[in-house]
């Protein structure tokens, strides 16, 4: 069709434009009425804007005209839809696809429920829309929305929000009918794809707020369906592992605030409701899932605005340490460092171990030795976790994994088995120090208080490749370690002594675990203490390794060398088996720090600022490791002057002690000193204030004048000399004593070894330097003042300063000290600890007592010998040989039963080398010399002038004892005693492996190659079997004779407690022995006897023998009733050995409940004749026992356990 011409007479009119209502949506009607909303609502095409409008009138006149048409909105029946009009429109615009108003209907339905659940007074119509919401009409266009395709977000988010106010309406009101359509509303395929429908988040965080994904809002309705559906819905929802598959795989597409909602509401909803089960939180929390959340530890934060607990890895962080160390969460199970199962195994085992006589120790648990390579847990998923964690890349990861290790011990051996291809070679780099701070924090973890579950002991310790990885994982092997020591890069180096140091510590801690088990776990605690001993020194460095760091350290480096040195101190105190390995000779060292210890306290300005200060105390720190390393160091040369005009290690310590102040010198310098004076004899210590206070306190200045170097440099000397000649100088004494017989009615009192060197030395003194002479006599005059204020020997000490006077004439006068410098010295030795100046008279009246009364504390365990002589006796001889002849060892082998762990420490360390000074010496047939413990043969060039007859069973038993001792001393640190069983024994054995000829010889030597260890608790056992229940050795023909007969290196103990000799004792068994036979069976009775009476000093001893029953054999052998079966001699032994059990704690109760000692006790009296009245076996003195016991015992305790016992003690006082 043409187009019509325009007539050219006719004016043109413009062409009509298409009018376009741009601003309908803001040609808005205001609603006035309900009558006027239910108009607007009814259906009507192109009705969309005024229902966009938005209303600002006042809100109370909005909820009343609300309230008024909901009020006309009301179904006349259950089956009507509420809101006719409305769910009217929203069919049609489902029928048209009009995406817009459905979109439109479902924000408004949202809306206008979320404005309904803040009006309590619209609470009832806010119920009733909801329940036509879940009509199965409304049902299918949620349904519909839910599922729209993914690009149409604005149609389904408006659904979901829908159902998130259906469902926290009125507090969860509806929240079960929601479930109940779960095919329309919780459909998991649905769900699951709407929770993966994320959008890249803007770069403003308001953005996202105001326009949220379409995941967002479902993990909002997910949320909200956790919260509030019971709990039974919600272990149900649980299961649906695609839905929060989806949930946790996208959590990097989150905005923060989504993101602190979906972790701490699922913390609260679920991981906190005790009405779900493990199980149930199990199916959500697995190691995907986990690993998902991990992923949040890197990711980039995007708001910079927010505090940094709302950081998306802070989130994480603390959900992830919730769930990993809550048993509650579902996923932790109680675990400890045995792998599951070994505790029925452990019960099978032990039952199995009491059918069989041949005790393997470990090796005879059959999987004991399976978890080298692999170790099975129990948190499996806490397991495959903890592998994808790194450590080395994120602090918050570290710390995670460090706080997983410590609620689930059993996953650290796991995890470094599993990791052992991850290198730790020494490389300065950004993950080499990540991880180094990761193992040191895993190698610090405590160590659980009982090692397993329980609440006691097991019978078998864990496995010690389990505690190995806790204590030094598998990565810090000895080849790597050694090399990070010896990096010139300070940082590695420093960083691997932080980390060995704390497996020292750890380790010391995993023996003290092991030896309180061995309490009720036997040898197998200790043997699994031995092995692991044994392999933390096989992946630890070696000593000379950590000598040359410490050597190779710059001195100006203060935190280096601190560090080192700590570490050899840890080494010498844990492991002083691979110490010894090495020489380390560290008095030029110690000599140094001591010097500069002294400078720096004379130097009041040396700290005048915080750098200072810091330095000053590492050196403090270091100058305590460098003692305690002295301490433990045998080759500690505590008298050599390493330049001349310097003082030797132990002068600087007394100068130190001397000089400073009681607050201003470290503990550790007092005790040292006092050890290195004691143990060497130097100065008396039998009176109260000891020799040595009395040198320290006439050191002290007088009235602000500091004593002359000269007496320190004097003193040096002197100590020096004594220390090398202590025997020399001890026969110096008995001539002076000689000398001054008649001239003083005095008894001899205690005197200190050093007088006889400074008497000595004085005229050297004289000729070489007055000046400094007439400074040391003053001093001798304030220390002869102070000895005879502490009470020593006052005829010696007038002796020794009249010497001194009448070798020098010119300094005789000053000798004698002014009555206000006796003062002086009376008021610091009364402040001194433990001091008593009230002089002779007190050590006079001592020694007055009752007879019977010193007999009784003479029965008691004797007190250790103070200056434990026995440590060093055997090194004044000049051979080993000798040594050994003269009887040296048993005293040194006593030692290890000491109360002081440095002498404990010592005696082990001696017992060492004087076994491999005796190894060359060892008989061979060829041009070797073999090797009794381990079988070995090694050439050797000692000719046979050398040779010692003896050598074999002497290193034989020192090796047992030795290795017995090690194993004690691993599993305890050196905290606690050997036990006087091993001690008692083994120092009657060492005279007795010198005596061929005694009659239990061939049996001591088969004890001792019968195993290369004791065990403590079988020795008395074993030998009771051998004694009483075998007969004598076949060569009876040996008589009995006494100890002074048979000469020093008799085999036989000695008792000489009660004022008995031991050689009396033998007589009355010979008098008694009819035939040799009987001679040599009582003989080793009475080595029996002697051995248990000297083992019993603690409580622990006694435990031993009861534990073990061997009280009961004892008891019986003085109660037989044939009078003549055993001689009185050895009948008094048992009584000494039930009153020394009586006088220590414990003993007492443990005798009348468990043995029936008032009955023993009344047998004897039966026996008792008139020849023993007066003796330990006569009625005195069986009724003082019985008093005894009686005093010593709880009263109580016994009383409950039977009321007959106080009628028996009155028997046996009638």
């Not at 110690?590 to 590492?618: I, M, P, R, V």
């Amino acid at each position: 069709m043409s187009k019509r011409a325009l007539d050219e007479a006719q004016e043109s009119s413009g062409k009509r434009q298409k009018l376009e209502k741009r601003d309908a949506a803001k040609e808005v009607e205001q609603i006035r009425s309900a009558q006027q909303l239910q108009q607007l609502l009814t259906f009507q095409q192109g009705a969309v804007p005024q229902l966009r409008a938005e209303d600002k009138s006042s809100t109370s006149q909005q909820q009343a005209i609300l309230h008024d048409f909901l009020d006309t909105q009301r179904p006349s029946s259950p089956e009507e839809p509420c809101l006719r009009d409305l769910m009217q429109t929203w069919s049609f615009a489902a029928q048209t696809n009009n995406d817009a108003l459905l979109s439109t209907v479902s924000s408004t339905l949202s809306l206008l429920l979320k404005t309904l659940s803040t009006l309590i007074g619209l609470r009832d119509h806010g119920l009733t829309l909801g329940r036509s919401l879940l009509q199965q009409s409304q049902l299918k266009l949620i349904a519909r929305g839910l599922s729209a395709p993914k690009a149409k977000e604005h149609v389904i988010s408006p659904c979901i929000r829908l159902l998130t106010e259906l469902v926290s309406f009125d507090g969860g009101a509806l929240a079960k009918q929601v479930y109940s359509a779960k095919s329309f509303t919780l459909d998991p395929k649905i769900l699951s794809r709407n929770l993966s429908l994320w959008k890249t988040l803007p770069e403003d965080p308001e953005e996202a707020r105001r326009r949220p994904a379409v995941r967002s809002v479902a993990i909002r309705y997910l949320l909200a369906n956790l919260k509030f559906q019971s709990s039974s819905i919600k272990a149900e929802l649980l299961k649906y592992s695609n839905v929060f598959r989806s949930t946790f795989e996208h959590l990097k597409q989150d905005p923060t605030d989504v993101l602190q909602e979906l972790l701490r509401g699922f913390k609260l909803n679920v991981l906190q409701d005790a009405a779900i089960s493990r199980q149930s939180k199990s199916f959500v929390l697995h190691d995907g899932n986990l690993v998902n959340i991990a992923t949040l530890y890197r990711m980039e934060r995007t708001d910079k605005s927010g505090t940094n607990d709302n950081a998306p890895d802070q989130i994480a962080h603390e959900f992830l340490r919730f769930v990993c160390t809550n048993p509650g969460a579902g996923i932790l199970r109680t675990s400890s460092w045995y792998p599951p199962g070994t505790e029925r195994s452990t019960e099978e085992q032990h039952q199995a171990n009491e059918e069989v006589e041949i005790d393997l120790g470990l090796d005879s648990v059959e999987w004991f030795h399976k978890f080298h390579a692999r170790v099975p847990v129990r948190n499996g998923t806490l397991s495959k976790f903890a592998l994808g964690l790194r450590p080395f890349a994120s602090m918050l990861e570290s710390e995670l994994l460090i706080d997983i290790f410590r609620a689930a011990p059993e996953l650290v051996a796991n995890y470094f088995i599993e990791k052992a291809n991850f290198a730790f070679d020494p490389k300065l780099t950004a993950t080499w120090i990540g991880y180094s701070a990761f193992l040191y924090a895993a190698v610090q973890l405590p160590v659980p208080s009982r090692l397993g579950p329980g609440e006691g002991y097991g019978r078998i310790p864990p496995p010690t490749s389990v505690i190995l990885e806790n204590v030094l994982p598998r990565a810090l092997n000895q080849q790597v370690l050694t090399r990070c020591l010896n990096q010139k890069v300070e940082l590695i180096t420093f960083f691997a002594t932080r980390l060995l140091v704390a497996a020292y510590q750890k380790l010391r801690s995993c023996l003290t675990r092991l030896n309180e088990g061995s309490k009720d776990g036997g040898v197998l605690w200790e043997d699994a203490a031995s092995r692991l001993v044994t392999g933390f020194s096989q992946r630890c460095p070696k000593m000379k390794d950590l000598v040359a760091t410490w050597k190779s350290t710059l001195s100006t480096n203060l935190i280096q060398k601190e560090a080192i040195l700590h570490l050899i101190q840890l080494c010498y105190q844990v492991t002083p088996q691979l110490a010894l390995e090495e020489k380390f000779d560290i008095s030029s060292a110690l000599n140094d720090a001591l010097n500069e210890f002294t400078s720096d306290s004379e130097d009041e300005h040396s700290a005048n600022n915080d750098k200072d200060t810091n330095n000053k105390k590492l050196k403090f720190l270091e100058l305590n490791h460098l003692l305690q390393i002295a301490r433990r160091t045998p080759d500690m040369r505590w008298f050599a002057r390493p330049n001349a005009g310097t003082l030797s290690p132990c002068g600087s310590l007394l100068k130190i002690v001397a000089t400073a102040g009681p607050e201003e010198v470290p503990l550790a310098m007092r005790e040292l000193l006092i050890s290195i004076t004691h143990d060497r004899g130097l100065v008396q210590q039998q009176t109260p204030t000891t020799g040595l206070d009395a040198l320290l306190i006439s050191l002290k200045p007088l009235e602000d004048l500091e004593v002359p170097q000269s007496v320190y440099d004097f003193m040096d000397d002197i100590f020096d000399r004594t220390s090398k000649r202590p025997i020399k100088y001890e026969d110096d004494i008995m001539l002076f004593l000689e000398e001054i017989k008649g001239k003083a009615s005095n008894q001899a009192r205690p005197n200190s070894l050093i007088w006889a060197a400074i008497v000595e030395q004085w005229p050297f003194v004289v000729d070489r330097d007055v000046k400094a002479a007439a400074a040391i006599v003053t001093w001798i005059g304030r220390y002869s003042a102070a000895c005879r204020l502490i009470g020593e020997d006052l005829g010696l000490l007038d002796h020794f300063t009249a010497l001194i006077g009448a070798q020098s004439p010119g300094t005789a006068k000053a000798l004698i000290v002014d009555q206000s410098v006796i003062d002086v010295l009376k008021s610091r030795i009364s402040n001194a600890p433990t001091s008593n100046i009230s002089g002779p008279e007190v050590l006079k009246s001592s020694t007055t007592a009752s007879t019977f009364s010193t007999n009784i504390s003479a029965l008691a365990a004797p007190a250790e010998d103070p200056s434990h002589k026995g440590l060093h006796l055997w090194s004044t001889h000049s051979d080993i040989p000798t040594a050994v002849t003269l009887n040296t060892l048993p005293p040194l082998i006593m030692c290890l039963s000491s109360s002081y762990p440095e002498v404990r420490s010592q005696a082990l360390t001696n017992i060492r080398t004087i076994m491999a000074r005796t190894q060359p010496l060892l008989p061979s047939t060829s041009d070797s010399t073999s090797d009794p413990l381990k079988g070995t043969t090694t050439p050797t060039t000692v000719s046979k002038s050398h040779s010692f007859p003896d050598a074999a069973p002497v290193y034989l038993l020192l090796g047992v004892l030795s290795t017995t001792a090690l194993t004690f001393a691993a599993k305890k640190d050196i905290s606690s005693p050997v036990p006087g069983i091993v001690t008692s024994y083994a120092a009657a054995a060492a005279r007795i492996i010198l005596d061929p000829l005694h009659p239990v010889y061939d049996k001591v030597n088969a004890f001792h190659t019968r195993a290369p260890k004791w065990d403590v608790s079988r020795i008395a056992p074993y030998w009771l079997e051998k004694v009483l229940h075998e007969p004598p050795s076949e060569d009876v023909s040996v008589s009995l004779t006494p100890a002074s007969s048979r000469g020093a290196s008799s085999g036989q103990p000695t008792i000489n407690e009660a004022g008995k000799e031991d050689d009396q004792i033998i007589t009355a068994v010979q008098d008694a022995a009819a035939t040799p036979y009987a001679a040599a069976a009582h003989n080793e009775i009475h080595f029996l006897l002697c051995v248990i009476l000297s083992s019993l000093s603690t409580p622990a001893d006694v435990e031993i023998l009861r534990a073990r029953g061997s009280f009961e054999p004892i008891l019986a052998l003085a109660t037989a009733t044939n009078w003549q079966v055993l001689p009185l001699g050895l009948r008094e032994l048992v009584v000494r050995i039930v009153w020394r059990t009586a006088l220590i704690e414990g003993g007492a109760t443990t005798l009348v409940t468990r043995f029936g000692i008032l009955a023993f006790i009344e047998t004897l009296l039966a026996f008792a004749g008139g020849k023993q009245s007066n003796g330990l076996l006569g009625s005195a003195g069986l009724k003082a026992l019985a008093k005894c016991v009686w005093d010593h015992c709880d009263q109580v305790r016994v009383l409950e356990w039977s009321g007959s016992v106080k009628m028996a003690i009155e028997r046996i006082a009638a």
